[in-house]
Nanobody, 124 residues
Framework: QVQLVESGGGSVQPGGSLRLSCVVSADMMERHNWGWFRQAPGKEREGVACISSSDETTFYARAVRGRFTISRDNAKNTIYLDMNSLKPEDTAVYYC?????????????????WGRGTQVTVSS
């Protein structure tokens, strides 16, 4: 059974931090590369960060580089997104997604499975 469940979203002031978690089905962790995406109202979904299944290779969107960190804990079947120095433009619904092993990419079109998302709101 395919399962991706995000949590950790919420409201935070500019400059604040949040940690998003994505718990996935146990048999999925090592069969996929993983990505975090976001979609703000009226905008297209965009890739934020991705991480490989086999090593620590990561990629970040330019807008979040240096502020966000993606990681995974295979023992807990969880992918994390640590978000620091949050800005109002980071406000969006954030999604976790499972992609193929053959490519590590921020292109949403390559991803096969998606969670339902968690809302992040950055506002003073």
């Amino acid at each position: 059974q395919v399962q991706l469940v995000e949590s950790g979203g919420g409201s935070v002031q500019p400059g604040g931090s949040l940690r998003l978690s994505c718990v996935v089905s146990a048999d999925m962790m090592e069969r996929h590369n993983w990505g975090w995406f976001r979609q703000a109202p009226g905008k297209e979904r965009e890739g934020v960060a991705c991480i490989s299944s086999s090593d620590e290779t990561t990629f970040y969107a330019r807008a979040v580089r240096g502020r966000f960190t993606i990681s995974r804990d295979n023992a807990k079947n969880t992918i994390y997104l640590d978000m620091n120095s949050l800005k109002p433009e980071d406000t969006a619904v954030y999604y976790c997604a499972a992609g193929p092993l053959r490519i590590i990419t921020l292109d949403a079109g390559y991803y096969d499975y998606w969670g339902r998302g968690t809302q992040v709101t950055v506002s003073s």
